[in-house]
Structure formats: structure tokens, C-alpha cells
């Protein structure tokens, strides 16, 4: 009993825990409500419906992810003004990564917008307004990215939580009273504007003393360089955690499409309940290398606490398989133990691989981008060759999860060498 309150009292006074704990707890509500907006969308659309939306969905995270980019960098170098104690420089970064956001946004939407015939041809979707009301949403996500980088940056993690947790709760809300109402497909994917819009007035009320303060001009090298790598490593780790529900779309029948995204909602929970940890984490990394301390020791409680968490959910499917597969698709989808397993088990290593993605990015080491790459190349060559069912490409994911994993520990250990020489 002793031991235990020892060990309580320690993990209270670890703020990586307290931190990644609060993170966690936002997260779990964000994917609690993300699985109900998926639950309601699995029950109230016919299962075609459902395949195109959830396939719609998967491609609004990839393109979503390019808001990530936004978060990390802004985050990154808050968190440097932060240990400067340079209010002032703080707002004018805000200032300049929030102009960017927005044209980055406009760009991508126009383009996205040229490319929807090519995208609806491949995923075989024959509305292309559903494209276009999923892409307009990108100018407020990329805007409200930018603030929740500052919130990151200065670690106030209760409004970042609680503004991360609105969205999700505003979108399955919205998306079930406007599919209730008739209007299907479109009524799922017409939140993901409507949401952007209210987050960004609430997201700029957190933040409202940075916005106050006069702004003081600073050379910001570095930044345009830092953005363009870790562009490049969130929109890969995005692609490699999505990209086998939009290529089943593509290869698989309907059903068989339905199936793979099914054991999709599922198994994300892996990758989902631990990423607040992340989140938490990479701040506190990134002043920790700054100012000289020990930030491998951080990253190691934080991947601590990423591996427990995700054990926990793959322990829940196996003891309580059953009564989850027939409460949330009530035996709508021909899906098993073993697919959730390792569909989760995947999940795990992305999700630590998110953990040391932060981690590296904290610490200036963009290159990673360079495995996420890799591990992504892996994983889109697996399934174009190997896609004959559901079965088959979530296996495909589970050894593309291996590639990601395997050299970023790699990376790790040739870093913590160099680190304590």
C-alpha cells in the first residue's frame, strides 16, 4: 500500500503524466465522440453510404494533417519565446504563421478543388459537391491550427483539451440532426464546415492576451525550412494511418470497402487514446532541448505511458469482443476478433511512432519525415499488391506499421548514443 502511494504521489508530481493525462482525457472524449458520429452514421446511412463517407472522411484527414503541420511549427518556436519570456515575439509568430495558414489554406482548397474529377473517379463517388464541402473547411482548420499551436506552445492545455473536445462533440451533434433531417452523405460532411467556423471565434478567446500584446519583430529563421520538413512528416504519417481505407474504396467491392472501414473505427482506437501524450509531450521536449536538459528522459515515461494505454484497448477488444462488435455495428459487418487485433496492434506502433515523430520534431530533427516517407511508400505498394480483401490488407497495415516503427527506434538509439558522448 505504501509502494502504491509513493507511486501515486510521483506520477502526480510528473508533468509529462498530469499533462499527458489531461491530453489523454481530451483525446478519449474526442474519439468518444468521433466513434458516435461513425456509431450513428454506420446505423442511420444504408452501407454503401457509409463506405463513401467513411472513405470522404479518411481523405479529410490526410488533407486535415496539413493543419498539423501548422500546430507543430507554431508550437515549436512558441515554445522557444516562451523560455525568453518575449510576449511580444510570441504575438508577431502568431501573426506571421496565421497569414500563412490562411493562404496555404486558400491554395490547397483551390487545388483540391481542380483535382475533385480525378478524386471522384478514383474512389468511384459520383457527387462531387461532397468534395467540395469538405475541402472549403480547410481555411478555418488551418487558422485554428495555428492557435492551438500557441496554446500548445505556452502549455495551456485545458483550453487546447476543451477546444479539441467541442469540435468533436459540435460535428456528431450536427451530423446526426442533419442526416436525421434527410440530407445523407452531405449532412455528414457539412459539420466539418460549419464547426470550423465557430472553433476558430473560440480558439481566438483563449488566446486573447497573445492577440492584446504588442507585437515585437524577430528574425524568424528557420521556420519557413522547419515547416516545409515536418509538412512533409505529419502529411506522411497521416497518409500511412489512412491511406488503406481510401485504397479499399478503390479495390474492393462495396461491402468488402465497408468491412476494412468497420474494423477501421475500431481498431484506431489504438492510435487515437494515446496521441494526447504526444501532444503533451513535444513542448516540453522542445524547451527541455533548448535549454540543455534531459529530454530522452521525457520521451521515455511519455512512451511508457503510450505503450500502456494502448495495450489497455487491444486487452479490452479481447475480453470484450464480442458484446462491441454487436453493440456498435450490430452484426452489420462481417468482422472479427483477429482483424481488430491486429488492425489495433498496427495502431500501437503508429501511435508510437506519432510519440517519436514529436520527439524528434521538438528536438529539430526534421529528417524523420525521410521513415514516414518510407513507411509510407511501403505500405501503398503492400496494398496495390496484395488487396483481395478486407483481411488481407489490414495485415498489409500491421507489416507497413513495422516498417514506421522499426527504423524511427533505430534513428532513436543512433541519436541517444550521440546524445550522452
Known sequence: MKDLSTLKRRIIADEVARHGALMVLSG??????????????GVMLPVDQYGTLFSLISLSMIVAMFTQTFQTSTSRFVSVQKIEGSAGQVKYLWMSALRR?????????????????????????????????????????????????????????????????????????????????????????????????????????FISDVVRTTSQKYDLAGLSSYTGWTLFAVFAFAMVTNIDVILAKHYLSPD????????SVLGRMALYAPMGIGVAMFPKTSELFESGGDAPKVLGRA??????????????????????????????????????????????LFSLSFLLMNYFLSMNQTRVALVLGFALAVEVVLVILFHSSAVQIVDMVLISGVACLCPMLYMYWRNRRRYQS
Open 28 to 41: 478519449l472524449l474526442v474519439g468518444l465522440f468521433s466513434y458516435l458520429y461513425q456509431f450513428f452514421m
Open 101 to 205: 495558414s490562411i493562404l496555404v489554406g486558400l491554395l490547397l482548397f483551390l487545388l483540391l478543388a481542380l483535382a475533385t474529377p480525378l478524386l471522384a473517379s478514383f474512389l468511384k463517388i459520383d457527387n462531387r459537391w461532397y468534395f467540395i464541402i469538405l475541402f472549403s473547411s480547410l481555411v478555418f482548420s488551418m487558422a485554428i491550427s495555428v492557435n492551438q499551436g500557441v496554446l500548445q506552445g505556452l502549455q495551456r492545455f485545458v483550453p487546447l483539451g476543451f477546444t479539441q473536445v467541442l469540435g468533436s462533440f459540435l460535428k456528431f451533434a450536427l451530423g446526426i440532426l442533419l442526416v436525421y433531417v434527410g440530407l445523407g452523405v452531405s449532412g455528414g460532411l457539412l459539420p466539418f464546415l460549419v464547426v470550423g467556423v465557430g472553433l476558430l471565434a473560440v480558439s481566438l478567446f
Open 256 to 263: 468488402g470497402a465497408g468491412d476494412l472501414c468497420a474494423i
Open 303 to 348: 512512451g511508457l505511458y503510450t505503450l500502456l494505454l494502448g495495450a489497455m484497448v487491444i486487452i479490452a477488444y479481447c475480453l470484450l469482443s464480442p458484446f462491441i462488435i454487436d453493440f456498435v455495428f450490430d452484426e452489420k459487418y462481417d468482422i472479427g476478433l483477429v482483424d481488430i487485433v491486429k488492425y489495433s496492434s498496427a495502431m500501437l
